[in-house]
Every structure is written in C-alpha cells, then in structure tokens.
C-alpha cells in the first residue's frame, strides 16, 4: 500500500477510533487485498476485532486470515444494520457500497482511503465544487510540467506499481513514433517507477505524490488534451479494456500492447538495457544462492509456512539464502537481507542463480535474467473476472506455480 494512503487510512482509523462507533458496531472489511490485511493489522493492533472480510471471490470463501473468515457479501445480512460497520479500503469502494446497498443492507459504510473521484455519482454542489477544484489544481500543475519541460508530449502512469511501468516501456517507443513524438517525459509515482523508467530510456521523469498525480490526469481529462497520454488498462482513461475481460482472457502484457498502445499483437517488446552492477556482487556464492521476494505492495502476502519450507528447503541444499528486503521490511528468518537497487537487481539474481518470489512487479522487473526464476501466485480471481491471476500474469520465462489451498512446497 502506498505510504501516503496508508498514512490517510491510518488518520481515518483514528477518527472512527475516537468517535466510539469500533466499539459499539460489529467491524467488517469488503475486498480481501493488501490493503485490507494492513487495516485488519491495525484494527487489531489497536485491540478491535473484525468479525469477516467480506468478498466476491468464491474461492476465498471460507478461508480465514489472521483468525479472521472470509465470507460472502450477502453474509452481511444476517447482521443487525444498526450494530454493524463496513470499512473499505480498496479502489473499488463505489461499486463496493452501490452492491451493499443493492443487497438491502442499510448499515454504516465507511471509506478510509479516498484512492479517486472518478466513480462519484452524485451532483450535490459540494461534490462538483471538490470535483472542480481537483481540477483546477491539476491544471496548474499541468502548467508547472509544461514550463520546465516546453513541448514535451506527456506520459502518465497512473500508479505506483512496477510491472504496469515496465509493460508501459516496453511498448512505449512503436506508440511514440506512431504519434510521431521525439521529445516526452514519464509522470510517475514514487522513486521506484522512475527507476523501471530509467532501466529503458534516459527521457525525464517526474515524480509526482500520488493525489497530484491523480489530480492532473483528471485534469487531463477534463481538458481532453492531445499533447498527453494516460498509459494505463483501467479506470476511463483509454478504451476501458478491463470490461473485455469478462469475456476473454487477455494477459496484461496485451492489455497494454493491443488495448492501451493499439499495437498489433505480434509486436515485441523493448527490453531494458540500462543495467548497473550491484556493488556487493563478491558476497553472493555464484550459481549457488537463492534470492527471495516475498513481499508486494498490490498482492496479497503467502503463508508464512510456505517461505519457511522454501528456506528449510534450500538450507538442506547447501544455499546461501537472501531476503529482497526494502524500507521497513524485515528478511525472512534464516535469510541474510539484501537491498539492491533496481538497476542492479538483474545481476544479483544472475550471479545467484535462483530467484524465487511472489508474483509482483519485481518479476517483471526481472524477466529477462538469465538465471532460475519461480514466480508463486496467490490463489485468487483476477478483479471479479473468471480468470486466475495466473492466467492473466503468467510469464513466459518463469516457472508459474499457484499456491492454493494445501500447497506444500517441493523443489524439482
């Protein structure tokens, strides 16, 4: 979760926390993401219980995380509405609180993180006062861009998240010179979207808070301005692709080649050449060390147990083992913690030999070492769609397993 929506989550929880209502309502969360497993973790640590996590996902019915079950949304009903609170804390809290209400639930609705506008039904002035005042900032941060860099055309990726980035550059150079554009700068959020930037092409990047990212896009937007492109598969920036996918499944590297950049579908992609070597290579026994990544922003975290058998696993062996670790996060036990930067991390897992971990941005990031490479995937449905992720993130280079219920980790 991006630390500014987790630093306004952490505020509304504090201002439900002292209005009383944790205490005296039944807490439930709609959408079982990261998201909502950072709310459950501060819910709890601050001594509240959730009663469920309710969920559109058949799959994930009846599982239970962190002591908590995970249950249908019509399982809501069975509440009294008056002792009863939702929080929500996914993108999707229009559609989320429009389907609560559909199912005849009449209880509290709250929305901790305010992630857009964009899906805002309502008319009442003050809603179009606060729409037109995003807008208005947007413009003038537009104008910002537009005097440091004069005539550049702009590209926004609209979130903070590695492999939409790297997708986006690689088929970025065929749409520019479709456009017939030379000169172009990325707007990006957050210093780790740069970097996948700049592992393909030294233009300029912005990096952007996500509220002004997402306050001049809608700008964008509004203006409908020719000099801008939103690069991104979802939400009503391009030709709304995600609704295809009900009814065919499309990887999200096509998404972007075909549905965000209108490129045949044969086309291949760029690949990153501006690499740097890590620092440190000499630590990591060649061809005989396994680095994990174990965490992801947008993905919901593995079992415990899973990682622990990984590392017993390759301990047997004879590994040096390795914890892809950033900020705060902390390497799995057993593990010796790593930070390469993300221009180096191509030649740590090279010289490693093995890599290993969640299905994230980083394995995009990663596609074309030369090495080993294991991506695990949560068993879920991608979006409300029928498809997997797997069926939508899978790579062609790794070794793509599920970690479904009773999974039991085994080395081949």
């Given at each position: 979760m991006?630390?500014q929506?987790y630093e306004?989550?952490k505020d509304?929880f504090?201002?439900?926390?002292l209005?009383?209502?944790?205490e005296?309502?039944?807490?439930?969360?709609f959408?079982?993401?990261?998201a909502?497993?950072?709310?459950a973790?501060?819910?709890?640590?601050?001594?509240?219980?959730?009663?469920?996590?309710?969920?559109?996902?058949?799959?994930?019915h009846g599982k239970v995380?962190?002591?908590i079950?995970?249950v249908?949304?019509?399982?809501i009903?069975?509440e009294?509405?008056d002792?009863?609170?939702?929080?929500?804390v996914?993108?999707f809290?229009e559609?989320?609180?429009?389907?609560?209400?559909k199912l005849?639930?009449?209880?509290e609705?709250?929305k901790l993180?305010?992630?857009?506008?964009?899906?805002?039904y309502?008319l009442?002035?003050e809603?179009l006062k606060r729409k037109w005042d995003r807008v208005?900032?947007?413009?003038?941060?537009?104008m910002?861009?537009e005097?440091?860099?004069?005539?550049?055309?702009?590209?926004f990726c609209?979130?903070?998240a590695?492999?939409?980035?790297y997708f986006?550059?690689?088929?970025?150079?065929?749409?520019?010179?479709?456009?017939g554009?030379t000169?172009y700068?990325?707007?990006v959020?957050?210093?780790?979207?740069a970097?996948?930037v700049s592992l393909?092409?030294?233009?300029?990047?912005e990096?952007?808070q996500?509220?002004?990212?997402?306050?001049a896009?809608q700008a964008?937007?509004?203006?409908?301005?020719?000099?801008?492109?939103i690069a991104?598969?979802d939400r009503?920036y391009?030709v709304?692709?995600s609704?295809?996918l009900y009814?065919k499944?499309?990887?999200l590297?096509k998404m972007?080649?075909?549905?965000?950049?209108?490129?045949?579908k044969?086309?291949?992609p760029t690949?990153?050449k501006?690499?740097?070597e890590?620092?440190?290579?000499n630590?990591?026994?060649?061809?005989?060390?396994?680095i994990?990544?174990?965490?992801a922003?947008?993905?919901t975290a593995l079992p415990v147990k899973?990682?622990?058998d990984?590392?017993?696993?390759?301990?047997e062996?004879?590994y040096?083992?390795f914890?892809?670790?950033?900020g705060?996060?902390?390497?799995?036990k057993g593990t010796?913690?790593?930070?390469p930067?993300i221009?180096e991390?191509?030649s740590?897992?090279?010289?490693a030999?093995?890599f290993?971990?969640i299905?994230?941005?980083?394995?995009?990031v990663?596609?074309?070492?030369d090495?080993r490479?294991?991506?695990l995937y949560?068993d879920?449905?991608y979006?409300?769609?029928?498809?997997?992720?797997?069926?939508?993130y899978?790579?062609?280079?790794f070794?793509n397993?599920?970690?479904?219920?009773?999974f039991?980790?085994?080395?081949?």
């Amino acid at each position: 979760m991006d630390r500014q929506y987790y630093e306004e989550m952490k505020d509304s929880f504090q201002k439900l926390s002292l209005s009383g209502v944790l205490e005296r309502k039944k807490v439930f969360l709609f959408g079982h993401c990261s998201a909502a497993e950072e709310l459950a973790a501060l819910l709890q640590g601050n001594g509240y219980a959730v009663t469920a996590i309710l969920d559109n996902n058949t799959a994930k019915h009846g599982k239970v995380y962190q002591g908590i079950p995970v249950v249908p949304p019509d399982a809501i009903l069975s509440e009294d509405p008056d002792k009863t609170i939702v929080c929500i804390v996914t993108r999707f809290y229009e559609a989320m609180h429009a389907q609560l209400r559909k199912l005849g639930f009449t209880g509290e609705i709250q929305k901790l993180v305010d992630y857009n506008t964009y899906a805002e039904y309502s008319l009442s002035d003050e809603t179009l006062k606060r729409k037109w005042d995003r807008v208005e900032h947007g413009q003038s941060l537009i104008m910002e861009l537009e005097k440091k860099y004069p005539a550049h055309f702009r590209i926004f990726c609209p979130f903070s998240a590695l492999g939409d980035v790297y997708f986006c550059m690689s088929y970025l150079p065929y749409f520019l010179e479709k456009r017939g554009k030379t000169d172009y700068i990325m707007c990006v959020s957050g210093n780790a979207c740069a970097k996948v930037v700049s592992l393909f092409d030294g233009c300029p990047v912005e990096i952007m808070q996500q509220k002004e990212l997402d306050a001049a896009i809608q700008a964008e937007l509004y203006m409908q301005d020719e000099n801008a492109f939103i690069a991104h598969q979802d939400r009503p920036y391009v030709v709304n692709l995600s609704k295809a996918l009900y009814m065919k499944k499309i990887p999200l590297e096509k998404m972007y080649c075909c549905g965000v950049f209108g490129l045949p579908k044969e086309t291949l992609p760029t690949v990153p050449k501006r690499w740097k070597e890590y620092g440190d290579l000499n630590r990591i026994e060649k061809n005989n060390a396994v680095i994990l990544s174990p965490y992801a922003k947008s993905v919901t975290a593995l079992p415990v147990k899973i990682w622990e058998d990984i590392v017993s696993d390759y301990q047997e062996q004879g590994y040096q083992i390795f914890t892809n670790v950033a900020g705060d996060e902390k390497p799995l036990k057993g593990t010796i913690p790593i930070s390469p930067s993300i221009c180096e991390m191509k030649s740590v897992v090279e010289r490693a030999g093995t890599f290993i971990g969640i299905r994230s941005g980083m394995c995009d990031v990663i596609r074309t070492a030369d090495c080993r490479k294991i991506a695990l995937y949560p068993d879920y449905n991608y979006c409300d769609t029928r498809w997997k992720s797997i069926d939508i993130y899978a790579i062609d280079s790794f070794e793509n397993i599920v970690v479904g219920d009773g999974f039991v980790w085994r080395r081949n």
